[in-house]
């Protein structure tokens, strides 16, 4: 009796890929459309129903069953309220991440079970080696920073079938079968919201107050913001201030409503060699092999390895992904806290951490 | 290829995109310059219009040329007065045009006229987008159908109030093709006009329909009809896209919807579309010409496919276009029948392409009472002038193949 697979379709190549894999491998396959979001804004039309056409076209093809399944509430309540606090608060939150944690691999996963899956498969480009989440074969693509918060109970249930190819071998396989979606311009970030249209989406419910631009060293009006809370610390663009040299941010307060800049590339704000994490995960099958190596003989064995808070004292030598296909850095991890043996830009705070021993992830949190 | 959803779109005619062609480049001009070419090509303008009016039996100063059907849709509600219609500010409100939301989502929808008028409108629950939402906005009351697609006539005696000013009812169907007895409706409507003279009602009671779809497949006089307002579109009827017109008879005031410099008698401000009217002219005298003889040869077709298909249950049975067929594939999804049939280059569609578009459920299909499993199984065929006999043989060949195959993967 072949096993049944619940594959998360999007109407993108890298799913509808993933959907004809397993066909291929013999599973009983069914896809399945979440809608998570396909409202509107001013200016954008939410793709939803054409995405909806694309995926269920592949299905299609595939001769699979297809059903959609409505995720919109808990989506807006599990990612876009948490997104909209993050962002009230002066942090910079990572909606996807939160949507694979609540949705994706929550929800989905629960409702697949339920439905009498074996396994569900999502198209991300990761894998899993050894019952450990690891980065995809594809280096440029890997969408590990994006799942490090997943549960260990779905991941021993999901499959990532693309996770050993290339985007480029994804596309080619695409073409070569047909499929009609092979070429399909990539969907980014939150939904339709890319990175573009992440203000916009934030000025339709968040009502934010104009502010002030000051130069940190002299507290100087240097011109007007529309809200502190669409800047990130480090961000270069988007300043509306006429001047020869680029202007950074460094900090922003929210309370007052004031964004700070400095056109001091060196200001200390800008930089550091410790990051404090909050909510750290340490994902506890891929930690045990990790700390193993890291700890020396007489003194394993006192005691489960791998709880985060229980492990402090101890410090593990990890590489650091400060946002998605940032080069990985080493650091050390002594308790909650990143040490960086060079300084490096200061991420914003409510941006993950991600933790990795050598392929594998090991977790992350978020930073403080 | 076999296109089989001429509903949802027609091929410009070879014939209509010749006559189309000299206005684009050599008779260019600005119908409202001074010099003498381009009077010409004013006169010329103004005679398509006519030709289009002749069609309908109405004369060419009755014609508001717009924008395509959804624009015309538009602005005949506009007919509707308010309790405030005089005040500018008021007018100002309205020139939002909306039908299938393919235009940017605006956040002034709620603000359009109609929230505070006690006036009513009534429209047929089975409308296209482009007069229910217009319809919704001004407070719009739907008039219920019967299960076979046809005006409750009885329903809709019952909800012409005295506050009633207009009634939308479309000539036929888009989805299923059902023709509407707009005869029957206006004799009612002249009852209630006496019934309110005798006593001294005086609020106006127009009838608007939308006949887009019917154009080529029914003789359509206005006289007759007995309608104020009847929306025509030139893309149904093999000429250009982005062409409509409204037929305004002396009863209708109209508002514009878009001002500027005064064209179409100050309700359609904009240089006129004189290449798109020369070609809706040409393609409504072909309409006219070849009227009989395409309703014999779609009638016959009809019974083709519905002889040579199998497993279906026909749903628009009577008083319909004859270049509709309406099926249903019990225990089957039409929409995963278009993808298969779009793999052997057979194009149909499942009710209006912009509804299917969104992934909604046909409101015509639930309005005609079937069930949800009815309405996921069913399939719109539309003949037109790019298919044959030959295809239709063919059509029924591969849908029966696809149905079947589908049906196994189903029950396998």
Known sequence: ?368 | MIYLDHAAATPVDARVLKAMEPYFTDDFFNPSAAYLPAKKVSAEYEEAKSKIAHAIGAKQSDLVITAGATEANNLAFTAMTTRKCSSSSERSLAPVVTGLGRSVFSTSENMLLGREHSSRLLYLETEHDSVRRVAEQYGGLAVKVLPNGVIDLEDLKAKITDDVQLISVSLANNEIGTIQPLADISSIIREVKIDRYKRGVKTQLLLHSDASQALNLLDINVARLGVDLLTLNAAKVYGPKGVGALYVSHEAKLKPLTVGGGQEKGLRSGTENVPGVIGFARAVELAKEHLNGNRKKYTNWRKILLAELEGYELINKKHCLDNFVVLCFPGLDAERLIYLLEDEKVYVSTGAACAASKGEKSHVLAAISLSDDQIAGSLRITFGETNDEAQIHEAAKIINRVVAKERARVNG
């Not at chain 1, 498969?121 to 997943?150: C, M, S, W």
């Not at chain 1, 979606?181 to 969907?187: F, G, I, V």
């Not at chain 1, 394993?300 to 004292?313: F, L, N, Y």
């Open chain 1, 1 to 368: 009796m072949a096993k049944t697979v619940y594959v998360g379709m999007s109407g993108g190549v890298d799913s509808s890929v993933s959907a004809l894999l397993l066909k291929e491998q013999g599973y009983k396959v069914v896809g399945i459309y979440m809608k998570n979001w396909s409202k509107d804004l001013p200016g954008m039309k939410c793709p939803w129903a054409e995405d909806l056409a694309d995926a269920k076209r592949v299905a299609v093809k595939l001769g699979i069953d297809f059903e959609v399944w409505d995720f919109e509430e808990a989506y807006r309540e599990k990612v876009v309220e948490y997104m909209l606090r993050e962002f009230k608060a002066g942090n910079t939150p990572n909606p996807d991440i939160m949507c694979n944690q609540e949705i994706k691999f929550k929800l989905f996963y629960e409702k697949a079970m339920e439905k009498g899956a074996d396994f569900i498969a999502t198209g991300h480009y990761a894998r899993v080696i050894d019952g450990k989440l690891a980065r995809a074969v594809d280096e440029n693509k890997d969408q590990t920073y994006f799942l490090y918060r997943i549960s260990e109970e779905a991941l021993t249930h999901t499959l990532f079938p693309i996770g050993g190819m290339t985007k480029p071998e994804v596309k080619k396989l695409a073409e070569e079968k047909g499929l009609h979606n092979a070429y399909k311009k990539e969907s980014m970030g939150v939904c339709f919201v890319g990175e573009v249209g992440m203000k916009d989406f934030l000025k339709e419910y968040i009502d934010a107050e104009p502010g002030e631009i000051r130069e940190i060293e002299t507290e100087k009006v240097l011109g007007y913001h529309e809200g502190a809370i669409f800047y990130t610390i480090g961000q270069r663009h988007g300043l509306y201030i006429a001047a020869e040299v680029p202007y950074y941010v460094v900090k922003k307060d929210i309370k007052k409503n004031v964004v700070y800049v400095s056109k001091n590339l060196n200001n200390g704000e800008l930089w550091t060699s410790e990051l404090r994490l909050e909510d750290l995960l340490l994902r506890f099958g891929a930690f045990r092999s990790a700390a193993a190596r890291e700890l020396a003989p007489a003194a394993r064995g006192d005691g489960p390895a791998g709880r985060g808070p229980e492990r402090s004292g101890r410090a593990l030598s990890v590489l650091v992904r400060l946002r998605h296909r940032a080069p990985l850095i080493p650091a050390i991890l002594d308790g909650n806290t990143l040490h960086f043996e060079h300084e490096i830009k200061r991420p914003a705070s409510g941006q993950s951490a991600v933790l990795y021993d050598g392929e594998i992830c090991l977790g992350g949190g978020i930073i403080a």
